[in-house]
């Protein structure tokens, strides 16, 4: 059924749009003034449109792309619906109306008409690969399969709600130094743009001995006044050189391995993949994906390419019958905790309860790590701060404490 995208006039003059699936333009407006609305333009939405909307390419696309908070919101509704009673049609033509997402509108309702058209709902997922990872279409399928479609989106809803939580746990600690950080660069290349250089300027004109400190300044100053927009240029290509550069399967490699050898973010790193993995392994062995089949799917979702490498590994030596918990320990990764854990879990046959606990210790202390850190970081960052402008203000004194001795 085609999908229509509309503009109309409710009963107090305001604008209104939205979308409205129908058999044609005719009975798209008839539905909309049913609605008690006056059709102003109803233009029907085509799959490119839809896909663009997607990837979020055009501006008002930076508006209305699909997040994975909307995905998770979502699918929580959806899991509601289904557990209370409702064909999935029927839900998922509730929830068109519900989702408040323009470009996810249209995507729930052409995922709709996919189902009516006789397709599976796993099938009509894979439409919209940018929005459905594999492991939900893969969780979707095996709930179809084995009738249980409701307790695996309920399942799937509590993974993505697990990582969002992380993942705003971890922005909001990294919030504040982030700022401070930002804030203390801009101040400081402030003063040592425009500032520092009019009051050194009294110094350099007097034609007398410096303070080693002043001298530092002064050069400090002079470089970053005359070259400012050098630096800027610099750390730009740099970081555009990074971004190439990690686009790279070589330097997506080696900046990978470079994170995981860094002294406490390595190890905070190999928490969150090693978190991931188990609950996402966790979840689809325990809605019917075989182990192999699992492994493939699963080794995608730690964000590291060393760990995936890994994870790939160990899915060959288990295809030759070899535990799991052995296979990971073939390189020094994942924390001995978690594979004596495994290990533990394949000899009593409670592996997929044993790796949510493993899921559930690992989040536990990447959240208490972070807000160590963070508790540790705000002091630093101050005390850094402070000994910067001390500086600034000694080398700006020296001299001046030194012609008033000359004087006296």
């Known amino acids: ?151 695996v989106l309920q399942r799937l809803a509590d993974i993505m709600e697990k990582q969002q939580e992380l993942k705003s746990r971890i922005q909001t600690a990294m919030a504040y130094p982030i700022l401070m950080t930002v804030i203390g660069t801009l101040v400081l290349f402030f003063l040592m743009t425009f500032v520092i250089p009019n009051i050194t300027t009294i110094f350099v004109d007097m034609n007398q001995a410096l303070p080693t400190p002043t001298r530092f300044l002064i050069a400090a100053s002079d470089l970053f006044k005359r070259f400012w927009w050098l630096i800027v240029v610099v750390v730009v290509a740099g970081l555009v050189a990074l971004k190439a550069f990690r686009k790279t399967e070589r330097g997506l490699v080696a900046t990978d391995r470079i994170m995981l050898s860094m002294p406490i973010m390595g190890l905070m790193l190999k928490k969150i993949a090693v978190a991931r993995f188990a609950r996402t392994l966790a979840s689809l062995l325990e809605n019917g994906v075989t182990m192999l089949p699992a492994l493939e799917i699963v080794r995608n979702v730690t964000g590291n390419v060393v760990i995936s490498s890994l994870i790939e590994k160990a899915s060959s030596e288990v295809e030759k019958g070899q535990g799991l918990g052995l296979s990971l320990a073939a390189d020094d990764v994942f924390p001995d905790l978690a594979l004596q854990m495994v290990q533990v879990g394949e000899q009593s046959g409670e592996l997929e309860s044993m790796l949510y606990k493993i899921a559930e210790v690992y989040e536990n202390e990447v959240q208490s790590s972070i807000m160590s850190m963070m508790a540790m970081l705000e002091p630093v960052m101050i005390l850094v701060m402070a000994v910067v402008v001390l500086f600034i203000v000694l080398s700006i004194c020296l001299p001046i404490f030194e012609m008033n001795q000359l004087v006296g």
């Not at 068109?96 to 052409?110: C, E, L, M, N, P």
């Open 1 to 151: 059924m085609p999908v229509y995208d509309y503009e109309a006039l409710d009963t107090k003059g305001k604008t209104v749009t939205g979308i409205i699936d129908a058999d044609g333009a005719q009975a798209a407006r008839q539905k909309i003034r049913a609605m008690g609305s006056f059709p102003v333009t109803v233009k029907e939405v085509t799959d490119g449109e839809t896909s663009k909307e997607t990837r979020g390419v055009s501006f008002q696309g930076l508006f209305s792309r699909v997040k994975p908070a909307h995905v998770s919101l979502w699918t929580r509704q959806l899991a509601t619906l289904t557990g209370a009673g409702f064909p999935l049609v029927t839900a998922l033509t509730t929830l068109v109306s519900q989702t408040k997402i323009h470009g996810f509108t249209k995507i729930v309702a052409r995922i709709k008409d996919s189902i009516v058209e006789g397709n599976s709902f796993a099938s009509s997922l894979t439409l919209y690969p940018s929005v459905f990872s594999q492991i939900y279409i893969n969780m979707v399928r095996a709930g179809e399969t084995s009738g249980t479609l409701e307790i």
